[in-house]
Nanobody, 127 residues
Framework: QVRLVESGGGLVQAGGSLRLSCAAS????????MGWFRQAPGKEREFVAA????????RYLDSLKGRFTINRDNAKNTVYLQMNSLKPEDTAVYLC????????????????????WGQGTQVTVSS
């Protein structure tokens, strides 16, 4: 059974930082592209970042480049999202996801390409 568990969310003031973690089990983590998405109340789920199974390739939502960084530790079966210079509009539930198949050559931005999802962690940025 695949399980993805996010942690690290919370309440932070604008300009602050948070580091989200997503611990995976039930898959051979090192073979799966991983992604982060977010969903704000009343809005559609939005791609944030993705990282290839080996960690060599990353993709970001253009508007987040320079503020957010995705990385992974395959020895710990964990993917991270470092978020800096947070803004109130970053407020959302952040979810991690695993690709639908191992050794995918693409850092997908479409949620449909991801088969496994965590429950999410709330990030709230106050102004």
């Amino acid at each position: 059974q695949v399980r993805l568990v996010e942690s690290g969310g919370g309440l932070v003031q604008a300009g602050g930082s948070l580091r989200l973690s997503c611990a995976a089990s039930g898959i051979t983590f090192s073979t799966y592209t991983m992604g982060w998405f977010r969903q704000a109340p009343g809005k559609e789920r939005e791609f944030v970042a993705a990282i290839s199974w080996g960690g060599g390739r990353t993709r970001y939502l253009d508007s987040l480049k320079g503020r957010f960084t995705i990385n992974r530790d395959n020895a710990k079966n964990t993917v991270y999202l470092q978020m800096n210079s947070l803004k109130p509009e970053d407020t959302a539930v952040y979810l991690c996801a695993a690709d639908g198949r191992p050794y995918s050559g693409t850092t997908h931005s479409r949620s449909q390409e991801y088969a496994y999802w965590g429950q999410g962690t709330q990030v709230t940025v106050s102004s």
